[in-house]
């Protein structure tokens, strides 16, 4: 079936620092692909998404980068703070409509003071 | 504007036991998803629903069901609880086109 991976697994970073977290998707019928932050027993939220005919996004210290030909896909972090310590997901729509996702598992990402 | 909302939030049961997990959005979406997330393994789609009065099967809907019978209301159900159904369970819901999900906050399940 369709897949999504997603690297590294954990991420420690110092404040200040910037933090990039990989995907790689395997559906090349997606052409959505949504980026989620999950605080500790809190709901994944909607932070960043990029659509198929956009190469870049950018929404003040996040960005997002796709490239369809390797079908991976980047979050880029700048100036990182400790309230960015989270986990976050990436996701790829699936073909067959209905706004359908594949999630990846998850990158841990922690910002040190 | 309440969005997404789950109840109950958190529930213990007895392997064997039954329940219903209600999900209600206020969005008026049409798309409605139960997922389950398991450490390390991100969200797992149950079932979907692409409106009132249907429903599908995603990932891993093997011991689930799902009603929705009104628009806004998406129900799971478990009818024969197992220790492997032990997770938190999401509910999200979408407008058409390529709009994003939106989440409840979650359902912790312990089954016991």
């Known amino acids: 079936g369709e897949n999504v991976e997603q690297h590294p697994s954990t991420l420690s970073v110092q404040e200040g620092d910037s933090a990039v977290i990989k995907c790689t998707y395997s559906?090349?019928?997606?052409?959505?692909f949504p980026w989620y932050k999950q605080e500790l027993g809190k709901r994944p939220q909607l932070i960043i998404d990029?659509?198929?005919?956009?190469g870049e996004k950018k929404d003040q210290r996040i960005a997002v980068t796709l490239n369809k030909t390797a079908k991976h896909f980047s979050l880029h972090i700048t100036e990182t703070q400790p309230e960015d310590s989270a986990v976050y997901f990436c996701?790829?729509?699936?073909?067959?409509?209905?706004?359908?996702?594949?999630f990846g598992a998850g990158t841990r990402l922690a910002v040190h003071p | 504007n309440a969005g997404v909302t789950q109840t109950p939030k958190f529930r213990v049961l007895k392997t064997g036991q039954s329940m219903t997990l209600l999900c209600a959005q206020d969005m008026n979406h049409e798309y409605m998803y139960w997922y389950r997330q398991d450490p390390g393994m991100g969200l797992r789609l149950i079932h979907y629903s692409v409106g009132e009065g249907t429903t599908a099967k995603g990932e891993v809907p093997d011991g689930y069901n799902v009603s929705r019978l009104k628009k806004q209301n998406f129900l799971l159900g478990l009818e024969s609880a197992a220790p492997s159904q032990t997770s938190v369970y999401f509910c999200a819901s979408s407008g058409q086109g390529n709009q994003p999900q939106h989440f409840g906050d979650g359902t912790r399940l312990s089954i016991l």
């Open positions: 559906d090349s019928a997606s052409n959505y």
């Open positions: 996701a790829a729509s699936l073909s067959g409509g209905y706004n359908k996702l594949i």
């Open positions: 990029i659509r198929s005919n956009v």
